[in-house]
């Protein structure tokens, strides 16, 4: 069943305690927190302080940290100390992958791996087997609030046919320009999480903004042609 993740990179910063309650209240067991150094990407978000402070504040929710980082090796284990649940850290970004990935899974998290629009599945090959997630990037990483590239659901297709004929158990995530208009497909391209920042807190009501975001999922994959 597809879940929708809001990212709160698409909140009012000001009221990010408020905005985390709202999409709670939505319905939402997971929020996507978006890490970028400036370095990786040509933008500037969080550090490890508002991990703290929403791990204080909201015991139970789980945390997916999405690293645009150039040192993911560094910060990792920073970032689960702080209260990550789910860390996913670009190929483009990992010069010992493996390495990277089983040390994310040794400090307790969730290991993910992110490929970038430009970067073959293919690449994939030799992670997929013990990586717990494999997140497809739908937009250029940087920004909120850009425009969804279709082909990134050939990428997903190509994924779910690999995990079907390997027998792996990996989940698939995909990030970037999904909205209330093309989440039914991107259901039925087979991800497990949807990322989405400002369909749902651009939107005047966050949780219902969630709710109707679930519910078009949920019902794209039970029509059955
Ligand atoms: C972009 C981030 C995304 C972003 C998605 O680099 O990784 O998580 O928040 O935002 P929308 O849903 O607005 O494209
Ligand atoms: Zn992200």
Redesign the pocket.
């Known amino acids: 069943m597809p879940t929708i993740v809001p ?1 709160i ?2 909140s009012d910063f000001t009221r990010l305690g408020e905005s985390v309650s709202a999409v709670q209240e939505g319905g939402a067991a997971m929020i ?1 927190v ?1 890490i ?1 150094d400036g370095h990786f ?1 040509p ?1 500037f978000t969080m550090g490890p302080p508002i991990t703290t402070a929403l791990r204080q504040r909201f015991p139970k929710v789980k945390m997916d940290h ?1 690293l ?1 980082i150039e040192d993911p090796d560094t910060y990792a284990p920073i970032f689960i100390k702080a209260g990550a649940d789910c860390v996913s850290v670009h190929y483009e970004a990992c010069r010992n992958l493996d390495r990277t990935l089983h040390m994310i899974q040794d400090h307790g998290a969730r290991a993910g791996v992110v490929i970038n629009p430009a970067t073959s599945v293919f690449l994939l090959d030799n992670v997929l087997d013990f990586v717990d997630y494999v997140l497809v ?1 739908s ?8 425009k ?1 590239i279709t082909r990134s659901l050939d990428k997903v297709r190509h994924l779910v046919c690999l995990r079907e004929e390997r027998q792996l158990s990996f989940l698939l995530e995909i ?5 209330p208009d093309n989440v039914a497909e991107v259901a039925k391209a087979g991800v497990d999480w949807v ?6 807190f ?1 939107a005047d009501q966050p949780a219902e903004a969630l709710r109707t975001m679930q519910r078009l999922a949920e019902e794209a994959i039970s029509i059955k042609v």
């Not at 250029?140 to 609030?145: A, D, Q, S, T, Y």
């Open positions: 990212s990179l698409a996507h978006d970028m990407v933008n999405h645009m990037m937009v250029n990483p940087g920004f909120g609030g850009q969804f990030d970037g320009g999904v909205g990322v989405a920042g400002s369909s749902v651009g």
